[in-house]
């Protein structure tokens, strides 16, 4: 039953990572990106040398680009009339500019689509906080900013990935008989994972995944972009470590960032380049199943998560996991207590 809601949104804030469009912004954006860990600027040229590989252009502002166009269409053919506003952590456009326009433009209260759909501290809670900095950055003006819940197990996420995985599998079929399927995501701090419930969310969408795509009958879930020192546990095992070591039975992978919403950076040079190289190594076959990007279920679900929240619809997701809570308690994804700053890899 759908329930009215009390409060009155002015406008969708899409909210993402952000990342360089050309060579002169790759070093400024990593500076952004390990702000305040001390890492030396001839370490982050290193770091970014898949960046420079690419001409310094990151896709993911393209993507958002995208993103925003489609909400727009899709908000307009659904006669919400709000603008779609978009802002960035680490690059231009920076959330605090973004929002200060917001305040410029008059809007008084806006609703946030974060693009990350599991619950950690630098997929969720992090962002959080940022909107937040913007907020103060602005001042006492600044527009109020809610957060839209995750949406990990949403159709609307889920079923893109259904069928991306079932177009890669049936690919690998043609001349492959027997598939491994590596689920994965962005690996983080153990000790972060264990204040999260960011393992679990990822463990439900890619069971979700898996139950629903035919073919599938061996999948495992791996980890992928790990940075930091060595000394610091994270998740694993990695994408690149699992296909090296995995049973010799398998003919093929198929890998599916179940972790991401998008095809940025980190799934073209992680599991496009890296992982496929691994693969090659060892005489694999290799598919790489698509992300959401902007398939019209996804928008769909954006858009039916600001009816959830504007105007009370009910909530809908697949499996048994309901939904957290629309409002994050305080305690909720802590940061993580990083070591002292030693110039480490960021």
Known sequence: M??????????????????????????????????GRGVPEERLRVVGQHYFDRGGISPINDQCRQLVAALEQRLADQAIDVPVYWGNRNWDPMLADTVAQMRDDGVERALAFVTSAYSSYSSCRQYRENIAAAQAAVGPDAPQIDKIRVYFNHPGFIEPLVDNTAASVQQLSQTHRRPHVFFTAHSIPTAMAAASHYQAQLLDAAGLVADRVPGIDDWSFVWQSRSGPPTVPWLEPDICDAIRDLDDSFDSVVIVPVGF?????????????????????????????????????????IVELWRERAEGTAARWLGTRSPDPTHCSGTCCPAPTRPPATGRRP
């Open 261 to 301: 919403i998008s095809d940025h950076m980190e799934v073209i040079q992680d599991l496009d380049t890296d992982a496929r190289r691994a693969a090659e190594a060892r005489g694999l076959g290799f598919a790489r199943a698509r992300t959401a990007g902007t398939d019209g279920r996804f928008v769909d679900m």
């Open 2 to 35: 759908t329930m009215p809601s009390a409060i009155a949104y002015d406008a969708l804030l899409v909210v993402s990572f952000g990342g360089p469009e050309a060579p002169e912004h790759v070093v400024p954006f990593l500076q952004n990106v390990t702000r």
